[in-house]
């Protein structure tokens, strides 16, 4: 049996696609929605995976987020706090999964890179922007990096013949801490509201004037 932390990006739902069609009901998915996403993407995300008929665990913890951050102006403590709250809440539900022997990650091989040449050892590489960092080994995991020898390119295009669907397959990489690191200050609910309108406007202007898929990140 494999967990597998999704976020709704391209590398995490591609694995995911990929483990369902090898492994079935074996596989199953957890989706910490930390009230940080886009606009409607929690929403987005359960629609992807019901279209697949992947099953998946969508955790609402917005309001722990909120909780844990209120007060915080620092943006390295922010990403602390979100990062560490981002584990508890994972790893609170993958507990509940009986008899799980691993941990799929979306690896990617320029994380390899990455790796070998700050740390000198590939086996090390967690991918940060994932937050699941420590949790194979707190669990006592096994890790699962089915794309770890592939470029962002080929695991797109492993994403198309999987039948994921073009705006997915295209989408932007979008951090961890999500639109938090776009917050300067404390993070309310009222400026996380305010800065998902105003993406949305954005991303469907760059959508309109056909940019969006010549822009790497937005």
Known sequence: RVIAGVSG???STVV?????????????CIFVDHG?????????????????HIPLKQVDASRQFLDKLAGVSDPEQKRKIIGSTFIDVFEHEANQVQD????AQGTLYPDVIESVS????????????????GLPERMNL???EPVRELFKDEVRALGRELGLKADMVNRHPFPGPGLAIRIPGEITAEKIA????????YIDAIRKAGLYDEIWQA
Do not use: M, P
């Open 9 to 11: 990006g391209v590398d």
């Open 194 to 201: 305010i800065l998902q309108k105003a993406d949305a406007i």
């Open 100 to 103: 799980a022997e691993f941990l």
């Open 118 to 133: 700050v740390h000198g050892d590939a086996s090390v590489t967690i991918k940060s922007h994932h937050n699941v960092g």
């Open 142 to 144: 096994k890790l699962v």
């Open 16 to 28: 995911a696609a990929l483990l369902h069609k090898a492994i079935g009901a074996r596989l199953t």
């Open 36 to 52: 940080l996403l886009r606009q409607n993407e929690a929403q987005q995300v359960k629609e992807l995976f019901e279209d697949f």
